[in-house]
């Protein structure tokens, strides 16, 4: 089974598979070949289908798994077999790329698709797609950090303001019990 890290991989699979039910042939249709080659550039240059390699090998292993646990004595005639079954059908990959193509037509205009290429094919876009993930990590941090303060920090001031408001002096601690 493929294991996706994070929700924007499993979007990318659902937004991908689900074109795969509207028809290529009507989404063809609606699309300029100009319009799709943008796409295509766009993909390229992102990277969106790079995660998507790994889907025929892990199939592959996982069948591999399933028919060595029931066949045991058949290990190797198995991984053979499998091994080349899943190499007939590697051209297949293709159409992954040329439905991704269409969803991202389908997304964005070509003029949009070209800016898009443009950007993350030059430094400062591949410096985002490598170190993006990181940089995000880390503001996620810093929110979850500044988070605590401000709840520490309303809380105290807030229970201040009350006790002012209600004349009252802060609770005395729980005595200690003997």
Do not use: C
Not at 25 to 48: C, K, M, N, S, Y
Request: overall charge negative; aromatic content about 6%; proline content about 5%.
């Amino acid at each position: 089974m493929v294991n996706f890290s994070s929700l924007g991989r499993f979007a990318s699979v659902t937004v991908i598979a689900g074109s795969l039910f509207m028809g290529p042939v009507a989404q063809a249709q609606d699309v300029a070949p100009e319009h799709v080659q943008a796409a295509r550039a766009a993909i390229t240059a992102l990277g969106v289908t790079d995660r998507f390699d790994t889907i025929l090998p892990a199939v592959s292993d996982q069948l591999k798994t399933q028919l060595i646990q029931a066949y045991p004595d058949l290990e190797s005639k198995i991984s053979e077999t499998v091994d080349a079954e899943a190499i007939k059908l590697a051209p297949r990959r293709g159409d992954l790329e040329r439905e991704a193509a269409l969803v991202y037509a389908k997304a964005f205009s070509a003029e949009e698709l070209k800016v898009i290429t443009t950007f993350y094919t030059s430094e400062a876009g591949k410096k985002l797609l490598k170190d993006g993930p990181i940089a995000m990590r880390e503001l996620m941090k810093a929110a979850d950090i500044w988070t605590a303060g401000i709840s520490r920090d309303l809380e105290k001031q807030a229970n201040e303001a009350m006790l002012k408001e209600v004349g009252a002096t802060a609770p005395a601690a729980p005595a200690a019990k003997p």
